[in-house]
Structures are given as structure tokens and as C-alpha cells.
């Protein structure tokens, strides 16, 4: 594809590595032709590379298929997901499941893109329910500022929630933030 036909978002193959367009701006030079001063995103390794491409340049698209997954459980170091369609399950390390076990309990729906058969991305929820598992008891009076407080959740995660949260009730937490959104 020409680097005229790129879009915030796809997925190129530059060296052999992937990378996500995050950010593109068409400049035009003072005496040669102009050029697209454009910022990837690796998706291998999430480094950050801003490169100069030439309008006529062709640089290589990459198809990334996207499928529903279901998280089933993790042990150290590996998290295993089965594919919705084939019931094929996979696993993944840390590093390719990033933030995952903090906010997924089992059976949690999620989004997994693959190229040519290994998966690359993997897509959380926007938001998802925990249950509070352990927190400071309420405070009387404490409605008149807004302070909050920690928070564990069934999945070991701490968030900072309000002073009406108690043990045993189900909030919402925006897994892009990692923060606390409303009672579920």
C-alpha cells in the first residue's frame, strides 16, 4: 500500500517487525517532495520509533485476524484462553498478556488479534465487575470532601474507591485506567 493510504490505527510490517500507526502528519519540505512524519508503535516489544516516509513509498500492510477468546485460568508465568468458535486453547506468558490477570476472573469474554496464527494483541473489556474482597470499614463524615480509599479485589488488585464501598460489594473498574468507575 502507498504511505498516502495509511489510517491512525493499521497495522504495518516495517523489517519484519509489527507496528501500529499511532500518530501521522503530512509536511511538506522546502525542496524536495513532501513526506509523512509518522510515530509506530511496535507491538512485539511496545517501543515507540517515529520514522520519515516518503508519499510514494509503499510499506507493507499487515492483516491481523480478530477472534473471541474466553480466559480460563493462570498459572505462574502462563494464561491459558480458549478459542469461542473452535474451542482450541492457547497460553501466553506474561509479557503477551500484559495487564490481563489483574482484571479478568475466569470465563471473562476478551478480543485476541493474530497474525498468521500467533496472537499478537490482546484486546480487555473497557470495564469490568470485581467483587470487593477486602477494605477500611466506613467513615463517618467523610462525604463532605472527596476521599477515598484502597481497595482489594477478588482478582488481587487495589483500587482507590469511595468511602461507601464496602466488603462484598461489586464495583466497576475501567480496565484502560485501572481506576474505579460506579457500583455494578
Known amino acids: 500500500?502507498?504511505?498516502?493510504?495509511?489510517?491512525?490505527?493499521?497495522?504495518?510490517?516495517?523489517?519484519?517487525?509489527?507496528?501500529?500507526?499511532?500518530?501521522?502528519?503530512?509536511?511538506?519540505?522546502?525542496?524536495?517532495?513532501?513526506?509523512?512524519?509518522?510515530?509506530?508503535?511496535?507491538?512485539?516489544?511496545?517501543s515507540i520509533m517515529d520514522k520519515r516516509i516518503r508519499a510514494e513509498e509503499n510499506i507493507e500492510d499487515a492483516y491481523l485476524e480478530k477472534r473471541n477468546y474466553e480466559y480460563l485460568y493462570s498459572s505462574p508465568g502462563e494464561?491459558?484462553?480458549?478459542?469461542?468458535?473452535?474451542?482450541?486453547?492457547?497460553?501466553?506468558?506474561?509479557?503477551?498478556?500484559?495487564?490481563g490477570p489483574k482484571y479478568l476472573k475466569p470465563n471473562s469474554q476478551l478480543l485476541v488479534s493474530m497474525y498468521q496464527g500467533k496472537p499478537v494483541v490482546v484486546q480487555l473489556p473497557n470495564t469490568v465487575d470485581l467483587k470487593v474482597t477486602d477494605t477500611a470499614p466506613e467513615i463517618k463524615g467523610a462525604t463532605a470532601t472527596n476521599q477515598y480509599k484502597p481497595a482489594t479485589m477478588e482478582t488481587g488488585l487495589t483500587i482507590q474507591v469511595p468511602p461507601f464501598i464496602k466488603v462484598g460489594d461489586l464495583v466497576r473498574v475501567d480496565t484502560r485506567t485501572g481506576e474505579y468507575v460506579t457500583r455494578a
Not at 498516502?4 to 507496528?19: A, H, P, R, W
Not at 501500529?20 to 522546502?30: A, S
Open 1 to 46: 500500500m502507498k504511505a498516502s493510504d495509511m489510517k491512525k490505527g493499521m497495522t504495518v510490517k516495517i523489517d519484519g517487525n509489527l507496528y501500529t500507526i499511532v500518530d501521522y502528519q503530512h509536511v511538506k519540505l522546502g525542496k524536495g517532495g513532501a513526506v509523512y512524519q509518522t510515530k509506530f508503535k511496535g507491538l512485539n516489544d511496545g
Open 79 to 99: 494464561h491459558v484462553l480458549m478459542d469461542m468458535e473452535t474451542y482450541d486453547q492457547i497460553s501466553l506468558d506474561d509479557d503477551a498478556f500484559g495487564d
